[in-house]
T-cell receptor, first 109, second 113 residues
Framework: QKEVEQDPGPLSVPEGAIVSLNCTYSNSAFQYFMWYRQYSRKGPELLMYTYSSGNKEDGRFTAQVDKSSKYISLFIRDSQPSDSATYLCAVIYGQNFVFGPGTRLSVLP | DSGVTQTPKHLITATGQRVTLRCSPRSGDLSVYWYQQSLDQGLQFLIHYYNGEERAKGNILERFSAQQFPDLHSELNLSSLELGDSALYFC????????????FGQGTRLTVV
């Protein structure tokens, strides 16, 4: 079992849709949870991070963590074509960052 | 701009050769991480350095090595290169106040022919 799993997609949605991206992890010792966005052939950029169960909102993005289920979600409201990218969830374990394989999202105009 | 600088951006070399990838972390960051990303693959952790010391190793081949220098820049050395080593190599740094965020460079695209 991989430590962090994501549906690789691709996921295609129309512009303006609400997007839900999900991630599961295997180790309850993971404490910090992050979402990164990676445009094609670019370095990943940090979108959001959180360390507690519950929701964290930043503009059109909401990160949700359910530690009891070991489940992480990222919601994107009013999705835009510029949101088309690969979204990677990541956890911190000790001093290491462990990344999921990423979900490729396409937002169609 | 994340503040992490990687050079070169592109590298084309032949099988059997050796290359060195360079990373300058963000000002003040003590941790440097190296990752490999092959086509349509996720980020594979290679190695982590903190203030000049190796802290963790991931799936790093014996042909690969890294070091972090006193000025905190890091180099990843890849030797006896094979076609399968073609990938994007990313460096990331994180602040010393607790590893809660990793900031990535733009990567070095290595092509082995």
């Amino acid at each position: 079992q991989k430590e962090v799993e994501q549906d690789p997609g691709p996921l295609s949605v129309p512009e303006g849709a609400i997007v839900s991206l999900n991630c599961t992890y295997s180790n309850s010792a993971f404490q910090y949870f992050m979402w990164y966005r990676q445009y094609s052939r670019k370095g990943p950029e940090l979108l959001m991070y959180t360390y507690s169960s519950g929701n964290k909102e930043d503009g059109r993005f909401t990160a949700q963590v359910d530690k009891s289920s070991k489940y992480i979600s990222l919601f994107i409201r009013d999705s835009q074509p510029s949101d088309s990218a690969t979204y990677l969830c990541a956890v911190i374990y000790g001093q290491n960052f462990v990344f999921g394989p990423g979900t490729r999202l396409s937002v169609l105009p | 701009d994340s503040g992490v600088t990687q050079t070169p951006k592109h590298l084309i070399t032949a099988t059997g050769q050796r290359v060195t990838l360079r990373c300058s972390p963000r000002s003040g960051d003590l941790s440097v991480y190296w990752y490999q990303q092959s086509l349509d693959q996720g980020l594979q952790f290679l190695i982590h350095y903190y203030n000049g010391e190796e802290r963790a190793k991931g799936n790093i081949l014996e042909r690969f090595s890294a070091q972090q220098f006193p000025d905190l820049h890091s180099e990843l050395n890849l030797s006896s290169l094979e076609l399968g080593d073609s990938a994007l190599y990313f460096c990331a740094s994180s602040p010393p106040s607790g590893n809660t965020e990793a900031f990535f460079g733009q990567g070095t695209r290595l092509t082995v022919v």
